[in-house]
């Protein structure tokens, strides 16, 4: 026998096929907040399959609610959990993707919470089409045009806050690049968009000093593109020369002179530093990662003048 929550389950799923952002209802419909922390205690179990590939899509209508224990304690580990645990339906996959595509090319809402998360959780998206192909050719064209353009265009660099949460926009953002570089149906030009995606986020422009691990992330992302060994040493090169370059500055010594000039220097070096540590730590293979190093190298040696 059907219940009520049932059908409105249901209902709620042909309605997010229709539209990505679902009813806008949070919780979904059939659910309060005291049941959803309930099944994240469980573990996320749900155990009947429509029930939770309904909850799965319907929990987007949440991605942007200011309460963290939400949007990060249930609606990413949530969705994180299941599709990992390969759970969702191909049908539930599609919707999500579609929910998510459109909340991350929405643009910012007022809190800056949806589009950083979107981009978190297309990053497990990415990562489930990685293990099993779940994405059209064109549907991965599509998510890195989207991945490139958030990442390039973010602005907001709040990171954690006690009362809120993370927004974390450049790490989210590096995530979702990294899922999508390690796949091997992403070919060299989209890599190639990706990675100047992340190259543009090393050092933004202003006063501002990345301490909640962006650079970790970002390098992450670029180490990785790297191993897939997909885009020419020349074109590395090009990159590594940008990113070591002083301008608008006259030169490195004169970042000592502005605010904006040391943060410019600490980005770099935050960057560059955990660049060496990936190419000298990760397990070397015919020499590449030496060849790596060999760039970083010089790119650290341009900034600090050594």
């Given amino acids: 026998m059907i219940t009520c929550k049932q059908i409105l389950l249901l209902v709620s799923l042909e309605l997010v096929q229709i539209s ?18 309930d099944i994240k ?16 899509i319907g929990l987007l209508a949440c991605l942007a609610n200011p309460d963290p224990a939400v949007r990060d304690g249930v609606v990413y580990e949530g969705i994180a959990h299941w599709l990992r645990d390969d759970s969702p339906s191909r049908r539930t ?52 045009e989207a991945a490139a353009g958030y990442l390039s265009g973010v602005r907001d660099y709040r990171g954690f806050s006690e009362a809120e949460g993370w927004r974390h926009g450049v790490a989210h953002g590096s995530d979702l690049v990294l899922q999508l570089v390690l796949n091997p149906h992403i070919d060299a030009d989209q890599v190639q968009r990706l990675v100047a995606a992340v190259f543009s986020q090393v050092a933004p422009d202003g006063e501002l000093f990345y301490h909640y691990g962006e650079p970790e992330r970002l390098a992450r992302a670029t180490f990785y593109a790297w191993r897939r060994d997909v885009v020419g040493h020349s074109a590395w090169a090009e990159w590594f020369e940008a990113v070591s370059s002083p301008q608008p500055l006259e030169g490195w010594q004169a970042s000592f002179s502005s605010q904006a000039g ?11 530093l955990v660049m060496h540590l990936y190419a000298t730590a990760a397990e070397n293979e015919q020499g590449r990662y030496e060849e790596l190093d060999n760039m970083v190298m010089q790119a650290i040696d341009r900034v600090t003048g050594g």
């Fill in 262 to 272: 040391l943060a410019k220097r600490h980005n770099t070096l935050a960057f560059l």
């Fill in 41 to 56: 205690r469980s573990g996320f179990v749900v155990g009947d399959d429509q029930e939770r590939n309904a909850l799965a």
């Fill in 20 to 37: 990505a952002l679902a009813a806008g209802q949070c919780p979904p419909p059939g659910y309060g907040l005291p049941e959803l922390f």
């Fill in 93 to 144: 996959i599609d919707s999500l993707f579609a929910g998510l595509m459109e909340q991350i090319s929405a643009g910012p809402d007022s809190n800056g919470f949806r589009q950083p998360f979107a981009a978190l959780i297309l990053s497990e998206v990415a990562r489930t089409d990685r293990m099993a192909e779940t994405l059209t050719d064109a549907k991965r064209e599509k998510l890195v």
